[in-house]
């Protein structure tokens, strides 16, 4: 009977094991994924920030030419006001093909994509 108390309480650190080890797979498993993540956000988040100031400095550029061309410098910036308005409307009217979705499918990707070690033991 001492043996197979034993060999009960072999396999029940073995199973403890297991499953404290499958635990500490997926604490890896979901920092790799949050991390993966959060630098696509970072890295979405300053491409605008860049593409930002780029528009803003050839929006002044281009307005101040218009104003050159028309003799009135306030009147270069206001149509070039209404254009930035107008593609303004625009991409909040298309924010969801241009932003939302291909965002979201990208996070969706990240963090539901199978680990390579996960589709290797399968096959």
Known sequence: MSEEFKKAGSVFEQVTA??????????????????QGI?????????????????CLLSAAAAILIGQWLGSLWLGFAIMAFFV???????????GRLFQIPL??????VFFEKDRNEKDEKD
Not at 28 to 34: G, H, M, N, R
Not at 41 to 51: E, G, I, R
Not at 85 to 95: E, P, Q
Not at 104 to 109: E, H, P, V
């Open 18 to 35: 297991y499953v404290n080890t499958r635990v500490s797979q997926a604490k890896l498993s979901v920092a790799e994924k949050l991390s």
């Open 39 to 55: 630098a696509l956000l970072v890295a979405v988040l300053l491409s605008a920030l860049v593409f930002f100031l780029s528009f």
């Open 85 to 95: 308005l107008l593609a303004g409307v625009l991409i909040w009217k298309l924010r």
């Open 104 to 109: 979201l499918n990208k996070l969706l990707t």
